[in-house]
Structure formats: C-alpha cells, structure tokens
C-alpha cells in the first residue's frame, strides 16, 4: 500500500504582532472577495443586451476593482467577524484588551453558572 506523502512546508514563526496585522489584513481581503462575489451575483441576475467573451471579463475586471473600492471606504462588519472568529481559535491574536474582554466573559460565564438554579 502507499502512502500519499503531504509536505506541507517548513514551521513558520510569526511574532504575536506580525500575527495580529497580518489576520487583520486577511480578514480586510476576505472582506473584499466576499463583497466581489456579490456584486458578481447581482450582475448574473441582469441579462445584457450584447455579451461577449470581453465584456464578461472588463465586467469581471470592474466588479473587484468595485468591491475594493466599497470595503477600503467603509466597514461592513463582516471583516469583525472574521478576527472575532480568528482570535477565538487562536488566542496569540488577542490583544490586551481583546484579552480583558475576553476574560470578563468567561467570568461572566462562571458567575452565571455559580449562581444558576
């Protein structure tokens, strides 16, 4: 029987800082594809007069330059979400008072407990 052999690369160190702003940026880009992927659904509904091969692409094109354009100027909170989510899987992303919070609703949670009928 063989095995598949999965190299997955040599370990990475990443300071707890560089960690930080580098999942904030992947939450900004993710943020980005998420709201291309919509403006790409709203004009799939839309049939156009004329298709073709490069208007398809100048549309597709145009749409991530507006997605870009729309998530730069403003926050739609789905890039909260994602470091909310990533600091909850790995707590070397928590800054001190991400931490303070974080524990306050543990605290929270066992006081609740203590005190439940």
């Known amino acids: 029987m063989i095995k598949p052999v999965i ?4 370990k990475i ?3 707890a800082s560089a960690s930080g702003q ?11 594809i ?9 004009r799939a509904t839309v049939k156009p007069e004329v298709a073709s091969n490069a208007l398809n692409i100048y549309e597709g094109l145009l749409d991530s330059e507006y997605a870009k354009t729309v998530t730069g100027s403003g926050n739609f909170g789905i890039k909260d979400l994602i470091l909310d ?9 928590l800054t001190n008072d991400s931490v303070k919070q974080q524990l306050s609703k543990i605290k929270g ?3 609740y ?4 009928p």
Request: proline content about 7%; glycine content about 6%; cysteine-free.
């Open 85 to 93: 989510w990533m600091k909850g899987v790995d707590p070397l992303l």
């Open 34 to 42: 998420f709201f291309d992927l919509v403006l790409k659904g709203m």
């Open 13 to 15: 160190d990443i300071p």
């Open 7 to 10: 190299n997955l690369g040599p």
């Open 22 to 32: 580098t999942a904030e940026q992947v939450a900004k880009e993710f943020e980005t």
């Open 109 to 111: 949670l066992e006081d």
């Open 113 to 116: 407990r203590r005190n439940a």
